[in-house]
């Protein structure tokens, strides 16, 4: 991998954290640091279990949000040059009402993941339905569903750019 597709994954941080990140990757020693600092996978393996994990969140969380119609593992979601989870808010007329169905789909990638890292994609999406955009309200419900929610974002950076130079973690 070369060192400009490492910093596409960090390219929204400072210099100083990208040569951090760098320093990592040339030493050998991120899978390490990412083995150490993250143990194993997680129990969530089909969508009704992810579903199931989600709904926990939501109601923990956003319990007056619009509710979910489908919350499933997505094996066309190409984690590396797209994206690591989609939402979406479908709309249908039935009769002479509007009815939008809200729906999450998560990366497959994630049911080999550590757990942390599907929780911080999953408050991620979860998110989106107050929040449409990046901004700062939309980061402050991400900390208040997950206060490590940075961390954990840049570790997942860590991790993809891991995966991409070094191979599967676990």
Excluded: W
Aim: contains cysteine; proline residues 4%.
């Amino acid at each position: 991998m070369s060192r400009k597709r490492a910093n596409n994954f960090l390219s929204g941080y400072s210099p100083e954290l990208q040569q951090q990140a760098t320093a990592l990757i040339d030493s050998g020693k991120l899978p390490d640091y990412l083995r150490n600092r993250y143990q194993g996978g997680h129990a969530v393996s089909s969508s009704k279990a992810l579903y199931q994990y989600t709904l926990e969140l939501k109601n923990t969380f956003l319990k007056q949000s619009a509710p979910l119609s489908k919350v499933e593992y997505d094996d066309r979601i190409d984690v590396i040059h797209n994206a690591l989870g989609l939402h979406t808010q479908i709309s249908r007329v039935q009769g002479n009402k509007l009815r939008a169905k809200k729906e999450i789909r998560i990366a497959s990638l994630f049911k080999l993941t550590p757990e942390p890292f599907l929780k911080m994609i999953v408050v991620h999406e979860l998110a989106h339905i107050r929040e449409k955009e990046h901004n700062r309200a939309f980061y402050k419900l991400c900390q208040h569903m997950e206060p490590d929610y940075h961390q954990l974002e840049l570790d997942l950076r860590l991790y993809l750019t891991c995966i991409d130079r070094f191979g599967p973690l676990y």
